[in-house]
């Protein structure tokens, strides 16, 4: 098939989308059957669908998002970036510690200059990791893996123990929306990141498909030689997505810090980037597959803490913490041959007849 | 492969030193700015790390005790790499062979060494390599890949292993099966017997076990595997060209499972001598960032078993002179991180190596490894 082809069909819902809305769209229906009616007076169901529940598993969701939006942007220009867990864990460092040294400031204002440092060196991340894979040709797995020793090294180095974040960001309802039973508290009574990594998947889904900077990008990660051939400028396009994604990362820290813990733990992000990772493959290279993968996480996590919370089980806590990690590996596994990563992926850009 | 002829062979193997030496020497002159940014001061931090890494018998122990680790694990990712397969799951691997091998060592007393502590170590080495195996089976039967596989089971195993000497919970949950009962509330295991302990080489305070000389036999083994027997011939061919080798008729998919298997069986072995030899029970913070120090020694050693010996000996230094470092001139520990992760970012791009120090660029170099293979689609 040949690669414009494929770049005309990629924007399509796939079915795994499709499967994807429809499970949410049970689980809505759920949640309002057991928080509307007598069937919430099993426990189970409560643990399943309950109100804390569908919160969890969007508070879970986001960081997982913003980082497989993260991925997409890089990886559609032909950046594999497995680096999104130090780039997360950098933008979550970064975050606090603005946050620590503008305590005293407004709350708000210092809660968005923190985010902005947290974003700002994210993309810092994404622009050193383009740098090693495209200036340096560095492998860009490996560049990735430095970009992770090197968040973790740095952060636990800097970390100052005493420091405390004052105030974090806190819910936002919408007005009118928020009052919708069950649906208006999950979703439309949030903290302000919450609504942003929401909105930015239909961004970023629109800025792919239906623009020329999309097309573009697209056509560097299919077929950079095309690409040049028309008159891209291929690894200015990597640069600039690279960059991207490494501000969106850095956002999913902030996110951690300012809107769900308000403090930094060492290691916090925790496997969240390659979850992501994870959400990306599983979610075909989508922004919306992507938001559909990492919900399904998320809900993986907010089940594995509800059962832990209810007490439900007698299963030891361990196995029931696995869940998101046997999940993701069934998930990643259960796709054979059925996802297709951008063609160009990997692989250094060389103009013909430089060295 | 370029043929060696005899004449160049030194001057190869000079060239072969001279990108990790200069990748290290950067990564301290910029750990030293680092330091100096942050109102550290590096000569007093580097003198402390140097005496305590070689100061005296006690430091040459320690440092020795530390290669150990690194010399396995290093080794684990280093083999995969010959595949082009990337083995981030040397952590996973390692608590499972010493799960493995505690197991084995805390029961069956009444054995003589001579069969016991044999045994212990042949169980960390089994539970390494099922553990390894799991991914090498996925990627080849359902295409997911490695990297993420081996980074959950990371996560899978830690809670596994931390379940094992599970004390037992509030809601009725039954203890793990290794839990130490006199322990009372605190997660661990009993001592392994000492007939699975792997004896000291020196009486105390010289604190090395003879787990040092496994580790170089291991280095032996993985360098006459891969290049001295035909199986390794197979790997190496299957990760210069996965489509050619199939071509030829090398067994693709048994190549790439047996692989996973002996670096995850490697790990697995770092994680039983640590248990048998050091630490003598597991409790669920063992393990930790052995697997991405792995990642570290395995490139800086250019993924040649002689060259991880070397790397894990100067990371065994790093980490033996680390709290020594701290001590003495109160700067963090965390900072030897940040150095073994400048060492990796210098060494995988000899290119800014090449920049900095000005060399000729050498026009059939080959890349160190290469596993940014895409991610399994079709």
């Known amino acids: ?355 | 492969m370029a043929i060696a002829y005899p004449k160049v062979a030194f001057s190869r193997t000079l060239r072969a030193l001279l990108i990790p030496l200069l990748a290290l020497l950067a990564a301290l002159v910029t750990g030293a700015i680092v330091m100096i940014l942050s109102g550290d001061d590096p000569l007093a931090a580097y003198s402390g790390l140097f005496q305590g890494a070689f100061g005296d018998g006690k430091g040459w122990a320690r440092t020795i005790r530390k290669t150990i680790p690194f010399i396995l694990t290093g080794l684990s990712v280093a083999v995969a790499f010959k595949v082009s397969l990337f083995n981030i799951g040397a952590s996973g691997q390692f608590v499972m062979g010493t799960i493995f091998s505690v197991a084995v060592g805390i029961n069956f007393a009444g054995l003589p060494v001579f069969i016991h502590l044999p045994l212990a170590l042949i169980a960390g080495i089994v539970g390494g390599m099922l553990w390894g195996a799991i991914p090498g089976i996925l990627k080849v039967y359902t295409g997911a890949h490695e990297v993420i596989v081996t980074i959950m089971l990371n996560y899978v195993a830690a809670l596994f292993g931390g379940w094992t000497v599970y004390a037992g919970g509030t809601q009725g949950q039954t203890p793990g099966p290794l839990w130490d009962e006199t322990a009372g509330a605190i997660s661990e295991t009993p001592d392994v017997l000492a007939s699975a302990q792997i004896p000291w080489l020196f009486g105390p305070p010289y604190r090395v076990h003879y787990g040092v000389f496994i580790a170089v036999a291991a280095a032996l083994f993985v360098w006459w595997l891969i290049f001295k027997t035909p199986l390794g011939f197979e790997m190496r061919t299957v990760g210069h060209n996965m489509k050619a080798a199939a071509y030829a008729g090398i067994r693709v998919n048994f190549t790439i499972i047996l692989t996973m298997a002996i670096a995850g069986g490697l790990a697995g072995l770092a994680g039983a001598i640590e248990t048998l030899g050091l630490n003598h029970k597991f409790a669920p913070e063992f393990g930790g960032a052995v697997g991405f120090d792995g990642i570290t020694v395995a490139l800086l050693g250019q993924t040649h078993p002689l060259g991880v010996m070397l790397a894990a000996f100067m990371f065994g230094a790093l980490d033996g002179g680390a709290s020594k470092m701290q001590f003495e001139s109160g700067v963090p520990a965390d900072i030897i991180q940040i150095i073994q992760a400048l060492v990796l970012a210098f060494v995988a791009a000899p290119l800014i190596i090449r920049m900095i120090f000005r060399l000729r660029q050498q026009p059939l170099e080959e890349a160190a490894s290469t596993v940014s293979t895409s991610w399994g689609g079709s």
């Not at chain 1, 297709?340 to 007849?353: D, L, Q």
């Open chain 1, 1 to 355: 098939m040949s690669a414009i082809a494929k770049l005309s069909t990629t924007s399509r819902m796939s079915r795994r989308a499709a499967i994807s809305l429809v499970l949410a769209l049970a689980l809505v229906a759920m949640a309002v059957l057991v928080n509307k009616t007598p069937l919430g007076e099993h426990t189970w169901l409560r643990v399943l669908f309950g109100i804390s529940a569908l919160n969890f598993t969007l508070r879970a969701t986001v960081p997982l998002v913003l980082g497989a939006l993260s991925g997409i942007l890089c990886e559609r220009s032909g950046i594999i970036n497995i680096g999104i867990e130090g780039m997360m864990l950098a933008g979550a460092f970064a975050g606090f510690v603005a946050k620590t040294s503008t305590n005293h400031w407004p709350l708000t204002v210092s809660l968005i200059f923190s985010v902005a440092v947290a974003v700002a060196v994210g993309g810092l991340m994404g622009a050193v990791h383009a740098l090693f894979s495209i200036r340096f040709r560095m492998d860009q797995i490996i560049s990735g893996t430095v970009i992770i020793i090197l968040a973790l090294g740095a952060s636990s180095y800097l970390y100052n123990r005493d420091a405390i974040a004052e105030g974090k960001f806190s819910s936002i309802p919408v007005p009118g929306l928020s009052q919708i039973d069950v649906i208006g508290p999950v979703l439309f009574d949030n903290p302000p990141i919450t609504y942003l990594a929401l909105i930015l998947v239909l961004v970023v889904h629109v800025a792919l498909f239906y623009t020329r900077w999309g097309l573009r990008t697209r056509a560097v990660g299919e077929h950079p030689r095309a690409a040049d051939s028309v008159g891209i400028n291929v690894n200015r396009y990597r640069y600039v997505n690279t960059s991207l994604g490494g501000m969106l990362a850095g956002l999913a820290g902030a996110f951690l810090v300012l809107e769900a813990v308000g403090q930094f733990q060492e290691g916090m992000t925790a496997g969240r980037g390659f979850i992501s990772l994870a959400a990306m493959i599983f979610g075909n290279w989508n922004p919306f597959g992507a938001l559909g993968a990492a919900a399904l996480f998320g809900y993986t996590q907010a089940l594995q803490n509800e059962l832990l919370l209810a007490g439900v089980t007698q299963v030891p806590r361990q196995f029931i913490s696995m869940l998101p990690y046997v999940v993701t590996i069934v998930a990643v596994s259960g796709l054979v041959g059925r996802v297709r990563p951008p063609a160009a992926e990997g692989k250094v850009y060389e103009t013909e007849g430089s060295a």
